[in-house]
């Protein structure tokens, strides 16, 4: 019984430490209309500090989802144990 009460503690253990957490996060918005259209730019990165040339930033991602006039900007992070980190920024307009 204690065998198997320790073995479902280590497989807590180990799921609790892979599963990753992500939430959206509102950074901007401005007076134009929300659009229909959306641009994405991404940047992941190892061990928190290495990114290796990558761009996640309001430009790229307009520029990714052909946008000239912005209506809202926003940023999911994920990170998984601070492994592999990952920024995405998502902006909306026309």
Do not use: W
């Not at 799921?15 to 992941?44: E, W």
């Not at 928190?48 to 809202?72: C, W």
């Amino acid at each position: 019984m204690i065998k198997t009460i320790k073995h479902f503690a280590a497989l807590l253990s180990v799921a609790a430490m892979v599963s990753s957490c992500a939430v959206t996060l509102p950074v901007n918005a401005t007076s134009n209309p929300v659009g229909s259209k959306v641009g994405m730019a991404k940047a992941t990165g190892y061990l928190g500090v290495l990114f290796f040339d990558q761009d996640a930033s309001i430009r790229t991602a307009a520029k990714n989802g052909g946008i000239t006039k912005i209506s809202t900007v926003d940023i999911k992070p994920t990170n998984v144990l601070n492994i592999v980190v990952t920024y995405e920024t998502i902006v909306t307009g026309e």
